[in-house]
């Protein structure tokens, strides 16, 4: 009787392995975020925050401040941070996607004995510092820098002044161009391997069927390749415009007076002006912006999923 009513060690198991994640999850994100949100609700003090909660002569006070959470909405300084930032997070997906998308290709096309060291070209940024090759840009860009001479002499500064990317012939630091450039070059990577990762994966007999079925090489791209890809190039966009949304060095380094991003006001109001609550109201609106729209866009597709099968 005791062994039918003892639950199987499996179950023990299963319940570890899926509780692991959400104990990651809590004390990493949740309990981080939370002391964030409380923050952003409490008053900023002479040296520290004060408590929301305070205990006196035997009663309990609970006061929580939401007009930094107003005042977000009547600054256009915050607001157009927000639009900023999410602009060239877009481009900068938009720009890794055009550029990403034949590497992976190629790299999932290539001799298996060659793909290995296709994808170690891929990865061999990272074992340099982000900030020296931020910094590299600002020589290569700068006056004097021969991608900024090679640019010139092709007459690109002429077309990149007509779109408003830069502000002045052969200046390309600090300029919409310049911080376009920077971010793609940096999560490139991002959206590459991803891709790769699908594309290498997919069945080369469904697109030797379509060109059975009278399908040009073009045309099986676009109604096999492409749809095939989507769950790759979903992910390489989310990896990549996660992280462009809430960019401070970049922006820092190699844009200017018109890329104002919410990292660089997040950083002033932390450092320079010293208004904590202000800065986690900033911060939590930030998360908000991308976590609520991606779990919407989760939702729907687990829902077409569902209607599928």
């Known amino acids: 009787m005791s062994r039918t009513l003892r639950k199987p060690r499996w179950w023990r198991g299963r319940s570890l392995v899926i509780g692991a994640p959400f104990l990651w999850m809590a004390l990493f994100f949740l309990a981080p975020f939370l002391v ?10 002479v040296v520290a925050v004060e408590d929301v909660l305070t205990v006196a002569d035997g009663v309990v006070k609970i006061a929580l401040k939401y007009g930094n959470y107003l005042y977000l ?4 300084r915050y607001l157009g941070a927000y639009l900023t930032s999410v602009k060239y997070a877009a481009i900068t997906t ?14 999932a096309r290539a001799k298996a004995s060659l ?8 990865m061999l940024p990272f074992w340099t510092s982000f900030l020296l090759r931020v910094y590299a840009w600002k020589g290569l860009l700068g006056e004097g ?3 900024a001479d090679v640019l010139t002499a092709l007459s690109v500064d002429k077309l990149l002044l007509a779109m408003g990317a830069i502000e002045a012939a052969e200046r390309y630091m600090h300029t919409p161009f310049s911080l376009v450039v920077g971010m793609t070059y940096t999560y490139l990577p991002f959206m590459v391997l ?27 791209f676009w109604k096999v390749t492409v749809p095939l890809s989507k769950a790759g190039i979903i992910a390489g966009s989310m990896l990549v415009f996660i992280p462009c949304v809430g960019e401070f060095v970049t922006p820092e380094l190699l844009g200017g007076p018109r890329t104002l991003m919410i990292g660089r006001v997040l950083w002033d109001e932390f450092f320079s002006n010293n208004d904590w609550p202000m800065a986690s109201t900033v911060a939590v609106v930030l998360v908000l912006l991308i976590v609520v729209p991606l779990a919407i866009f989760n939702k729907y597709q687990a829902e077409a999923q569902e209607k599928r099968a």
């Open 73 to 76: 909405t009547e600054d256009e």
């Open 115 to 122: 793909q290995p060291t296709l994808l170690m070209l891929v």
């Open 145 to 147: 820098g021969w991608v």
């Open 194 to 220: 991803p891709l790769y990762a699908n594309l290498s994966k997919m069945d080369l007999r469904l697109l030797e069927a379509a060109a059975d079925l009278g399908a040009t090489p073009w045309v099986a």
């Open 94 to 107: 938009a720009c890794c996607l055009f550029i990403g998308y034949p590497f992976a290709y190629f790299m």
């Open 36 to 45: 964030v949100l409380k923050i952003s609700m409490s008053e900023m003090g």
